[in-house]
Protein backbone atom coordinates (compact mmCIF):
# COMPACT_ATOMS: atom_id res chain seq x y z
CA UNK A 1 0.00 0.00 0.00
CA UNK A 2 1.26 3.53 -0.92
CA UNK A 3 0.42 6.31 1.46
CA UNK A 4 1.36 9.26 -0.22
CA UNK A 5 0.35 12.98 -0.82
CA UNK A 6 -3.24 14.41 -0.25
CA UNK A 7 -4.71 11.17 -1.08
CA UNK A 8 -3.40 9.36 1.73
CA UNK A 9 -4.58 11.77 4.49
CA UNK A 10 -8.16 10.72 3.20
CA UNK A 11 -6.78 6.99 3.13
CA UNK A 12 -5.34 7.17 6.68
CA UNK A 13 -7.92 9.39 8.13
CA UNK A 14 -10.34 6.59 7.16
CA UNK A 15 -9.29 3.84 8.50
CA UNK A 16 -8.26 5.70 11.79
CA UNK A 17 -10.75 4.20 14.32
CA UNK A 18 -12.73 6.86 16.54
CA UNK A 19 -10.78 6.69 19.94
CA UNK A 20 -7.48 6.11 17.65
CA UNK A 21 -5.02 8.69 19.43
CA UNK A 22 -2.97 11.07 17.05
CA UNK A 23 0.44 12.54 19.30
CA UNK A 24 3.65 13.64 19.46
CA UNK A 25 6.73 12.71 21.57
CA UNK A 26 9.85 14.08 23.05
CA UNK A 27 11.95 14.00 26.15
CA UNK A 28 13.21 16.39 28.64
CA UNK A 29 16.94 16.42 27.93
CA UNK A 30 16.74 16.67 24.26
CA UNK A 31 14.60 19.90 24.48
CA UNK A 32 14.58 21.81 27.60
CA UNK A 33 17.67 22.88 28.29
CA UNK A 34 18.20 25.40 31.25
CA UNK A 35 20.17 22.65 33.07
CA UNK A 36 20.50 24.56 35.95
CA UNK A 37 17.80 26.46 36.30
CA UNK A 38 15.35 26.63 38.69
CA UNK A 39 16.71 24.22 40.96
CA UNK A 40 17.79 21.54 38.71
CA UNK A 41 20.70 18.96 39.48
CA UNK A 42 22.98 17.36 37.12
CA UNK A 43 22.28 14.77 34.98
CA UNK A 44 24.73 11.83 34.02
CA UNK A 45 24.02 13.15 30.53
CA UNK A 46 25.02 16.81 31.71
CA UNK A 47 27.81 15.17 32.78
CA UNK A 48 28.58 12.94 29.71
CA UNK A 49 28.10 15.87 27.72
CA UNK A 50 31.02 18.15 28.89
CA UNK A 51 33.28 15.18 28.16
CA UNK A 52 35.65 16.11 24.94
CA UNK A 53 34.83 13.62 21.98
CA UNK A 54 31.37 12.35 23.46
CA UNK A 55 29.36 14.66 21.14
CA UNK A 56 29.14 14.97 18.09
CA UNK A 57 31.15 18.21 16.85
CA UNK A 58 30.82 19.27 20.21
CA UNK A 59 27.59 20.17 20.71
CA UNK A 60 26.07 21.35 24.21
CA UNK A 61 22.47 20.38 25.05
CA UNK A 62 22.82 23.65 27.59
CA UNK A 63 20.15 25.14 25.81
CA UNK A 64 18.56 22.82 23.20
CA UNK A 65 15.08 24.05 22.14
CA UNK A 66 14.89 26.00 25.57
CA UNK A 67 11.64 24.56 25.89
CA UNK A 68 11.70 25.37 29.52
CA UNK A 69 11.72 28.67 28.77
CA UNK A 70 9.54 28.98 25.81
CA UNK A 71 6.88 25.79 26.83
CA UNK A 72 3.33 27.77 26.50
CA UNK A 73 4.45 28.43 22.72
CA UNK A 74 5.33 25.08 22.08
CA UNK A 75 1.91 24.10 23.45
CA UNK A 76 0.47 26.40 21.24
CA UNK A 77 2.40 24.75 18.40
CA UNK A 78 1.08 21.61 19.60
CA UNK A 79 -2.90 23.07 19.96
CA UNK A 80 -2.52 24.00 16.16
CA UNK A 81 -1.61 20.98 15.38
CA UNK A 82 -4.69 19.56 16.40
CA UNK A 83 -3.18 16.22 18.43
CA UNK A 84 -4.97 14.26 21.19
CA UNK A 85 -2.01 13.51 23.51
CA UNK A 86 2.03 14.47 23.89
CA UNK A 87 4.06 12.40 25.60
CA UNK A 88 6.69 14.38 27.41
CA UNK A 89 9.43 13.12 29.93
CA UNK A 90 9.74 14.81 33.36
CA UNK A 91 13.31 14.93 34.42
CA UNK A 92 14.27 13.43 37.21
CA UNK A 93 16.63 15.58 38.40
CA UNK A 94 14.45 18.52 38.05
CA UNK A 95 12.27 17.90 40.60
CA UNK A 96 14.45 15.86 42.71
CA UNK A 97 17.85 17.11 42.30
CA UNK A 98 20.09 14.54 43.90
CA UNK A 99 17.80 11.41 43.14
CA UNK A 100 17.14 11.08 46.74
CA UNK A 101 15.66 13.51 49.62
CA UNK A 102 14.40 16.45 48.62
CA UNK A 103 12.11 17.74 45.67
CA UNK A 104 12.21 20.70 44.01
CA UNK A 105 9.09 23.27 43.77
CA UNK A 106 10.32 25.43 41.11
CA UNK A 107 10.50 21.39 38.91
CA UNK A 108 7.73 20.45 39.93
CA UNK A 109 5.69 23.87 39.65
CA UNK A 110 7.34 23.90 35.63
CA UNK A 111 5.39 20.33 35.34
CA UNK A 112 2.62 21.36 36.53
CA UNK A 113 1.98 24.18 34.36
CA UNK A 114 3.37 22.10 31.35
CA UNK A 115 0.15 19.61 32.27
CA UNK A 116 -2.51 22.42 32.89
CA UNK A 117 -1.49 24.00 29.72
CA UNK A 118 -2.08 21.16 27.70
CA UNK A 119 -5.12 20.36 29.25
CA UNK A 120 -6.15 23.55 28.29
CA UNK A 121 -5.21 22.97 24.85
CA UNK A 122 -7.57 19.86 25.08
CA UNK A 123 -4.44 17.70 24.68
CA UNK A 124 -4.26 14.37 26.87
CA UNK A 125 -0.90 14.30 29.12
CA UNK A 126 1.41 11.26 28.80
CA UNK A 127 4.13 11.81 31.24
CA UNK A 128 7.34 9.52 30.75
CA UNK A 129 9.47 9.00 33.98
CA UNK A 130 12.65 8.32 32.98
CA UNK A 131 14.60 8.98 29.88
CA UNK A 132 17.75 8.80 30.31
CA UNK A 133 18.35 11.59 32.91
CA UNK A 134 19.99 9.82 35.70
CA UNK A 135 20.25 12.37 38.56
CA UNK A 136 24.19 12.30 38.91
CA UNK A 137 24.88 11.49 42.03
CA UNK A 138 23.15 8.03 42.02
CA UNK A 139 25.12 7.86 38.40
CA UNK A 140 28.01 8.32 40.72
CA UNK A 141 27.17 5.18 42.87
CA UNK A 142 27.28 3.26 39.74
CA UNK A 143 23.00 4.22 37.88
CA UNK A 144 21.86 1.66 36.91
CA UNK A 145 24.20 -0.68 38.16
CA UNK A 146 23.28 -0.38 41.59
CA UNK A 147 20.14 -2.00 42.49
CA UNK A 148 19.38 0.56 44.71
CA UNK A 149 18.86 3.08 42.16
CA UNK A 150 15.71 0.91 41.59
CA UNK A 151 14.22 1.80 45.06
CA UNK A 152 15.18 5.59 43.91
CA UNK A 153 13.22 5.51 41.31
CA UNK A 154 10.36 3.81 42.45
CA UNK A 155 10.43 6.70 45.51
CA UNK A 156 10.66 9.63 42.73
CA UNK A 157 7.77 7.82 40.42
CA UNK A 158 5.43 8.02 43.63
CA UNK A 159 5.85 11.58 44.28
CA UNK A 160 5.37 12.41 40.48
CA UNK A 161 2.23 9.89 40.60
CA UNK A 162 0.82 11.97 43.80
CA UNK A 163 1.66 15.17 42.53
CA UNK A 164 0.35 14.82 38.87
CA UNK A 165 -1.58 11.88 39.20
CA UNK A 166 -5.06 13.48 39.35
CA UNK A 167 -4.23 14.96 35.47
CA UNK A 168 -1.50 13.06 33.67
CA UNK A 169 -4.03 10.73 31.51
CA UNK A 170 -0.92 7.76 30.55
CA UNK A 171 2.11 7.21 32.66
CA UNK A 172 5.31 5.38 31.35
CA UNK A 173 7.54 4.04 33.42
CA UNK A 174 10.76 3.66 32.08
CA UNK A 175 12.05 5.08 28.01
CA UNK A 176 14.06 1.71 26.06
CA UNK A 177 16.05 0.46 28.65
CA UNK A 178 17.45 -0.82 25.93
CA UNK A 179 19.45 2.09 24.97
CA UNK A 180 20.24 2.78 28.26
CA UNK A 181 22.17 -0.71 28.55
CA UNK A 182 23.67 -1.19 25.44
CA UNK A 183 24.29 2.50 24.35
CA UNK A 184 24.94 4.01 27.94
CA UNK A 185 26.46 1.03 29.58
CA UNK A 186 27.59 -1.37 27.11
CA UNK A 187 29.25 0.69 24.42
CA UNK A 188 29.92 3.46 26.14
CA UNK A 189 28.61 5.55 23.28
CA UNK A 190 25.56 7.24 25.76
CA UNK A 191 25.73 8.19 29.20
CA UNK A 192 27.28 7.31 31.31
CA UNK A 193 29.73 6.31 28.86
CA UNK A 194 30.40 3.14 30.05
CA UNK A 195 31.74 0.04 27.96
CA UNK A 196 31.29 -3.04 29.85
CA UNK A 197 29.74 -5.14 27.36
CA UNK A 198 27.66 -8.57 28.53
CA UNK A 199 28.82 -7.54 31.70
CA UNK A 200 26.35 -4.26 31.90
CA UNK A 201 23.66 -6.74 32.28
CA UNK A 202 22.80 -6.18 35.44
CA UNK A 203 21.64 -2.20 34.30
CA UNK A 204 18.98 -4.31 32.61
CA UNK A 205 17.73 -6.36 35.49
CA UNK A 206 17.48 -3.00 38.06
CA UNK A 207 16.02 -1.25 35.01
CA UNK A 208 13.23 -3.84 35.29
CA UNK A 209 12.73 -3.64 38.97
CA UNK A 210 12.45 0.29 38.82
CA UNK A 211 9.72 0.29 36.87
CA UNK A 212 8.11 -2.98 38.63
CA UNK A 213 8.05 -0.57 41.65
CA UNK A 214 7.21 2.35 39.87
CA UNK A 215 4.13 0.60 38.71
CA UNK A 216 3.12 -0.18 42.21
CA UNK A 217 4.35 3.04 43.04
CA UNK A 218 2.10 5.01 41.29
CA UNK A 219 -1.00 2.55 41.45
CA UNK A 220 0.13 3.05 45.55
CA UNK A 221 -0.36 6.56 45.10
CA UNK A 222 -3.87 6.48 43.71
CA UNK A 223 -2.82 7.79 39.92
CA UNK A 224 -6.12 8.12 37.78
CA UNK A 225 -4.29 7.67 34.90
CA UNK A 226 -2.99 4.40 32.63
CA UNK A 227 0.43 2.82 33.31
CA UNK A 228 2.97 1.29 31.08
CA UNK A 229 6.64 1.02 29.45
CA UNK A 230 8.05 2.45 26.31
CA UNK A 231 10.34 -0.42 24.62
CA UNK A 232 12.29 0.09 21.63
CA UNK A 233 11.73 -3.23 19.44
CA UNK A 234 13.40 -3.80 15.85
CA UNK A 235 12.71 -7.27 14.37
CA UNK A 236 16.19 -8.79 14.17
CA UNK A 237 17.05 -11.17 10.73
CA UNK A 238 20.55 -12.58 9.84
CA UNK A 239 22.63 -11.63 7.45
CA UNK A 240 22.75 -15.33 5.21
CA UNK A 241 21.76 -18.30 6.65
CA UNK A 242 24.96 -19.63 7.77
CA UNK A 243 24.30 -20.93 11.17
CA UNK A 244 27.25 -18.41 13.26
CA UNK A 245 24.68 -15.53 11.66
CA UNK A 246 21.61 -17.31 12.60
CA UNK A 247 22.64 -17.71 15.78
CA UNK A 248 24.28 -14.21 17.04
CA UNK A 249 20.77 -12.76 15.54
CA UNK A 250 18.85 -14.94 17.84
CA UNK A 251 21.84 -13.87 20.74
CA UNK A 252 21.08 -9.91 19.14
CA UNK A 253 16.98 -10.82 19.39
CA UNK A 254 17.18 -10.98 23.03
CA UNK A 255 19.49 -8.36 23.59
CA UNK A 256 17.69 -6.29 21.43
CA UNK A 257 14.10 -7.38 22.54
CA UNK A 258 13.19 -9.98 24.45
CA UNK A 259 14.99 -9.78 27.64
CA UNK A 260 13.19 -6.55 28.34
CA UNK A 261 9.48 -7.27 26.83
CA UNK A 262 9.54 -10.90 28.52
CA UNK A 263 10.03 -10.50 32.39
CA UNK A 264 7.60 -7.92 31.90
CA UNK A 265 5.19 -9.48 29.91
CA UNK A 266 5.68 -13.09 30.98
CA UNK A 267 7.40 -12.97 34.56
CA UNK A 268 10.63 -14.56 33.42
CA UNK A 269 13.85 -14.01 31.26
CA UNK A 270 14.55 -16.07 27.88
CA UNK A 271 16.58 -18.48 28.14
CA UNK A 272 19.37 -18.14 25.37
CA UNK A 273 21.32 -20.58 23.31
CA UNK A 274 23.63 -22.89 24.97
CA UNK A 275 26.81 -21.32 23.73
CA UNK A 276 25.03 -17.81 24.85
CA UNK A 277 24.88 -18.66 28.37
CA UNK A 278 27.97 -17.49 30.28
CA UNK A 279 26.88 -13.73 28.56
CA UNK A 280 23.45 -13.88 30.04
CA UNK A 281 24.57 -15.64 33.56
CA UNK A 282 23.54 -12.65 35.72
CA UNK A 283 20.31 -12.62 34.53
CA UNK A 284 19.10 -16.17 35.30
CA UNK A 285 20.25 -15.37 38.87
CA UNK A 286 17.05 -13.32 39.37
CA UNK A 287 15.15 -13.75 42.72
CA UNK A 288 11.30 -14.74 41.89
CA UNK A 289 10.34 -12.15 44.84
CA UNK A 290 12.10 -9.44 41.85
CA UNK A 291 10.48 -11.41 39.10
CA UNK A 292 6.87 -11.01 40.51
CA UNK A 293 7.92 -6.70 41.06
CA UNK A 294 8.52 -6.53 37.55
CA UNK A 295 5.48 -8.55 35.80
CA UNK A 296 3.49 -6.22 36.61
CA UNK A 297 -0.14 -5.69 34.90
CA UNK A 298 -0.24 -2.77 32.42
CA UNK A 299 -2.63 -0.54 30.77
CA UNK A 300 -0.90 -0.33 28.05
CA UNK A 301 2.07 -1.56 26.10
CA UNK A 302 4.61 1.29 24.42
CA UNK A 303 6.41 0.17 21.48
CA UNK A 304 8.93 2.31 19.84
CA UNK A 305 10.04 1.20 16.69
CA UNK A 306 12.38 2.68 13.58
CA UNK A 307 13.75 0.01 11.67
CA UNK A 308 14.67 -3.60 11.47
CA UNK A 309 18.42 -4.63 12.21
CA UNK A 310 20.00 -7.21 10.35
CA UNK A 311 22.92 -9.39 12.15
CA UNK A 312 25.92 -10.53 10.65
CA UNK A 313 29.28 -12.62 12.35
CA UNK A 314 32.10 -11.25 12.92
CA UNK A 315 33.48 -7.11 14.29
CA UNK A 316 32.68 -5.13 11.01
CA UNK A 317 31.44 -1.77 10.09
CA UNK A 318 28.52 -0.75 12.49
CA UNK A 319 25.90 1.67 11.62
CA UNK A 320 25.85 3.87 14.67
CA UNK A 321 25.95 7.63 14.04
CA UNK A 322 29.60 7.72 15.99
CA UNK A 323 30.82 5.02 14.01
CA UNK A 324 32.29 2.17 15.55
CA UNK A 325 33.85 1.79 18.28
CA UNK A 326 36.41 0.28 20.40
CA UNK A 327 33.70 -1.75 22.58
CA UNK A 328 31.58 -2.70 19.27
CA UNK A 329 35.08 -3.99 17.74
CA UNK A 330 35.21 -6.39 20.70
CA UNK A 331 31.71 -8.07 20.01
CA UNK A 332 31.61 -11.40 17.71
CA UNK A 333 28.98 -9.44 15.63
CA UNK A 334 28.31 -6.52 13.77
CA UNK A 335 24.88 -4.84 12.48
CA UNK A 336 24.68 -5.46 8.46
CA UNK A 337 22.96 -3.36 5.30
CA UNK A 338 19.42 -3.71 4.09
CA UNK A 339 20.63 -2.51 0.48
CA UNK A 340 16.64 -3.26 -0.99
CA UNK A 341 16.13 -0.06 1.97
CA UNK A 342 16.25 3.86 1.48
CA UNK A 343 17.90 4.91 4.38
CA UNK A 344 17.13 7.91 6.87
CA UNK A 345 20.37 11.26 8.11
CA UNK A 346 21.21 8.43 10.84
CA UNK A 347 21.96 5.20 7.66
CA UNK A 348 18.78 3.45 9.04
CA UNK A 349 16.65 1.41 6.89
CA UNK A 350 12.78 2.72 5.85
CA UNK A 351 11.21 -0.34 6.37
CA UNK A 352 7.48 0.48 7.22
CA UNK A 353 6.38 -3.15 6.42
CA UNK A 354 8.37 -4.68 8.91
CA UNK A 355 6.48 -2.70 11.79
CA UNK A 356 3.35 -4.84 10.64
CA UNK A 357 5.69 -7.83 10.84
CA UNK A 358 7.18 -6.26 14.35
CA UNK A 359 3.08 -6.44 15.73
CA UNK A 360 2.39 -9.45 14.27
CA UNK A 361 5.98 -11.00 16.43
CA UNK A 362 4.93 -9.57 19.31
CA UNK A 363 1.72 -11.25 19.35
CA UNK A 364 3.02 -14.49 18.40
CA UNK A 365 5.58 -13.93 21.70
CA UNK A 366 3.05 -12.89 23.64
CA UNK A 367 -0.84 -13.54 22.84
CA UNK A 368 -2.89 -12.55 25.86
CA UNK A 369 0.20 -11.24 28.02
CA UNK A 370 0.59 -8.13 25.31
CA UNK A 371 -1.27 -5.23 26.46
CA UNK A 372 -3.42 -2.83 24.33
CA UNK A 373 -0.85 -1.11 22.30
CA UNK A 374 0.56 2.56 21.68
CA UNK A 375 3.49 3.28 19.33
CA UNK A 376 5.04 5.76 21.67
CA UNK A 377 7.82 7.14 18.90
CA UNK A 378 7.70 6.80 15.14
CA UNK A 379 9.57 8.94 12.92
CA UNK A 380 13.01 10.01 11.37
CA UNK A 381 15.76 12.73 10.85
CA UNK A 382 17.08 13.77 7.16
CA UNK A 383 19.33 16.23 6.31
CA UNK A 384 17.80 19.63 6.50
CA UNK A 385 19.28 23.43 6.75
CA UNK A 386 20.30 24.67 9.81
CA UNK A 387 18.34 28.04 8.73
CA UNK A 388 15.31 28.13 6.77
CA UNK A 389 13.02 31.27 5.54
CA UNK A 390 9.86 29.47 5.56
CA UNK A 391 8.15 25.63 5.31
CA UNK A 392 10.66 23.19 4.10
CA UNK A 393 9.42 20.26 1.85
CA UNK A 394 10.09 17.20 3.84
CA UNK A 395 8.52 15.10 1.56
CA UNK A 396 10.78 12.20 2.72
CA UNK A 397 9.33 12.33 6.50
CA UNK A 398 6.02 12.48 5.47
CA UNK A 399 6.41 9.51 3.45
CA UNK A 400 7.62 7.79 6.09
CA UNK A 401 4.64 8.60 9.15
CA UNK A 402 2.74 7.48 6.22
CA UNK A 403 3.86 4.42 5.45
CA UNK A 404 4.58 3.72 9.24
CA UNK A 405 1.30 4.58 10.31
CA UNK A 406 -0.02 3.32 6.89
CA UNK A 407 1.47 -0.48 7.87
CA UNK A 408 0.49 0.00 11.53
CA UNK A 409 -2.96 0.70 10.56
CA UNK A 410 -3.48 -2.23 8.01
CA UNK A 411 -1.46 -5.01 9.95
CA UNK A 412 -4.12 -4.36 12.69
CA UNK A 413 -7.31 -4.26 10.41
CA UNK A 414 -9.26 -6.92 10.21
CA UNK A 415 -7.75 -9.19 7.73
CA UNK A 416 -4.42 -7.60 8.32
CA UNK A 417 -1.51 -9.72 9.40
CA UNK A 418 -1.65 -8.45 13.50
CA UNK A 419 -5.78 -8.24 13.28
CA UNK A 420 -5.13 -9.38 16.74
CA UNK A 421 -3.44 -6.15 18.51
CA UNK A 422 -5.10 -3.90 20.05
CA UNK A 423 -3.63 -0.66 18.50
CA UNK A 424 -4.55 2.51 20.64
CA UNK A 425 -2.60 5.32 18.90
CA UNK A 426 0.83 6.73 16.96
CA UNK A 427 3.14 9.09 18.87
CA UNK A 428 5.37 10.87 16.07
CA UNK A 429 9.20 11.24 17.44
CA UNK A 430 9.26 14.03 17.23
CA UNK A 431 7.91 17.99 17.35
CA UNK A 432 10.62 19.62 17.60
CA UNK A 433 14.20 19.37 16.01
CA UNK A 434 16.16 19.11 19.03
CA UNK A 435 19.32 17.44 20.83
CA UNK A 436 19.74 13.73 19.34
CA UNK A 437 21.60 13.00 22.12
CA UNK A 438 25.54 11.84 20.97
CA UNK A 439 24.82 13.02 17.29
CA UNK A 440 24.30 16.22 18.60
CA UNK A 441 21.94 18.45 16.53
CA UNK A 442 23.19 16.84 13.13
CA UNK A 443 20.18 14.82 12.83
CA UNK A 444 16.90 16.27 12.53
CA UNK A 445 13.73 14.52 13.67
CA UNK A 446 11.22 17.37 14.27
CA UNK A 447 7.39 18.20 12.47
CA UNK A 448 8.87 21.76 13.22
CA UNK A 449 12.51 23.34 12.37
CA UNK A 450 14.25 24.95 14.89
CA UNK A 451 16.96 27.11 14.21
CA UNK A 452 19.65 26.71 17.30
CA UNK A 453 21.05 30.22 16.92
CA UNK A 454 17.59 32.14 17.29
CA UNK A 455 15.63 29.28 18.69
CA UNK A 456 12.48 30.34 16.32
CA UNK A 457 10.61 27.78 15.05
CA UNK A 458 9.04 27.02 11.79
CA UNK A 459 6.55 23.85 11.01
CA UNK A 460 7.74 22.40 8.00
CA UNK A 461 5.38 20.33 5.12
CA UNK A 462 5.00 17.22 7.76
CA UNK A 463 3.48 19.45 10.45
CA UNK A 464 0.64 20.41 7.79
CA UNK A 465 0.34 17.16 6.44
CA UNK A 466 -0.06 15.58 9.99
CA UNK A 467 -2.23 18.57 11.01
CA UNK A 468 -4.91 17.69 7.64
CA UNK A 469 -4.72 13.91 9.04
CA UNK A 470 -6.12 15.04 12.60
CA UNK A 471 -8.67 17.61 10.73
CA UNK A 472 -9.27 14.80 8.38
CA UNK A 473 -10.64 12.28 10.43
CA UNK A 474 -13.03 14.78 12.43
CA UNK A 475 -14.26 15.62 9.05
C1 LIG B 1 14.78 7.70 21.71
C2 LIG B 1 14.79 9.18 21.41
C3 LIG B 1 15.70 9.46 20.23
C4 LIG B 1 15.19 8.68 19.04
C5 LIG B 1 16.01 8.89 17.76
C6 LIG B 1 14.66 6.84 20.47
O1 LIG B 1 15.35 5.68 20.64
O2 LIG B 1 13.77 7.40 22.64
O3 LIG B 1 15.20 9.88 22.55
O4 LIG B 1 15.79 10.81 19.94
O5 LIG B 1 15.25 7.33 19.33
O6 LIG B 1 17.31 8.44 17.94
Known amino acids: ?81 GIDSYRFSISWPRIQPDGTGPFNAAGLDFYDRLIDQLLEAGISPMATLYHWDTPLPLEHRGGWMNRSTAERFAEYSAAAGRRFGDRVA ?27 LFKALPSVHHQLLGHGLAVQALRAAGVKGGIGVANLHSPVRPASRKISDRLLAKVFDLMMNRVYADPILLGHYPKPPLIARPWFRSLGKASDSDLRNIHQPLDFYGLNYYCPVKVATGPGPDHSPVGTTEAMARLPFHTADFPEYGTTGFGWPVAPEHLGILLRELKDRYGAALPPLYITESGASFPEPDHVSGPIADTNRIDYLASHLGHALAATSPGG ?59
Open 170 to 196: QWVTLNEPVSVTLNGYALGVHAPGHDL
Open 1 to 81: MTVQGSVAVQVLAARLSPGFTLGVASAAFQIEGSLSAGGRGPSGWDAFAEKPGSILDGHSPAVACDHYNRAPEDVELMRAL
Open 417 to 475: IAEDVELLGYYVWTLLDNFEWAAGFSQRFGLVHVDFDTLERTPKDSYYWYQALARARRA
